[in-house]
């Protein structure tokens, strides 16, 4: 959801911290690879993979908006 709402306002930047995004990640790449090394149940792997891709999208999204605002910020400037 929170990526939905992301696309809708075009504001994740302000949202959320880059260093949150990465700390998230961090730990859902950690969580993957416990899940891989210990054996664990095919869903737990695939819910792991799952939320690895949705920090993915989420930190996509930040840098893209990110830049897409600032764009928008210097275009202002010189009008």
Do not use: E, H
């Not at 990526?3 to 949202?15: E, L």
């Not at 911290?17 to 993957?32: K, M, V, Y």
């Not at 690895?52 to 893209?64: A, G, K």
Request: with cysteine; glycine share 6%; charged share 10%.
């Amino acid at each position: 959801s929170q990526i939905c709402v992301a696309c809708q306002n075009g504001r994740v930047d302000q949202a959320l911290s880059l260093g949150f995004l990465l700390c998230w990640i961090a730990g859902d790449l950690t969580n993957f690879v416990g899940c891989y090394l210990t054996n664990q149940l095919p869903i737990q792997i695939v819910t792991a993979i799952f939320y690895v891709n949705m920090d993915i999208i989420m930190i996509s999204q930040f840098v893209y908006y990110k830049l897409k605002n600032q764009k928008m910020t210097k275009c202002k400037v010189f009008q």
